[in-house]
Nanobody, 132 residues
């Protein structure tokens, strides 16, 4: 079965950490740009962090820069989002997406700038709640 599955969400106190996983089955993530997106209640989906397939370049939204880190483990066919110093405003459902298209410039940013695009694969989402 071809799918993306997110995991690692949960309830954490402000200042805490979580590591989200985006695991692929039925296809190889290494051939795709991968993005993490989030959607909070009553808000539009936004790009959080993306990583390109071509050179591994990354992009982070200003709101998470310095706190979140995206990485790939090709052997495990998984992309991670390490989230540190979490804030209540990080509360949202987090989704990962896989995108095979080729961008002429800054592919990671290009993907993150299009949070509602019909990417090749989307995961089902994992809830992250930051609250004391």
């Amino acid at each position: 079965q071809v799918q993306l599955v997110e995991s690692g969400g949960g309830l954490v106190q402000p200042g805490g950490s979580l590591r989200l996983s985006c695991a692929a089955s039925g296809f190889t993530l290494n051939y795709y740009n991968i993005g993490w997106f989030r959607q909070a209640p009553g808000k539009e989906r936004e790009g959080v962090s993306c990583i390109s397939k071509s050179d591994g370049s990354t992009y982070y939204a200003d709101s998470v820069k310095g706190r979140f880190t995206i990485s790939r483990d090709n052997a495990k066919n998984t992309v991670y989002l390490q989230m540190n110093s979490l804030k209540p405003e990080d509360t949202a459902v987090y989704y990962c997406a896989a995108d095979q298209r080729v961008y002429l410039m800054t592919p990671a940013q290009a993907m993150c700038d299009r949070p509602s695009a019909p990417y090749d694969y989307w995961g089902q989402g994992t809830q992250v709640t930051v609250s004391s």
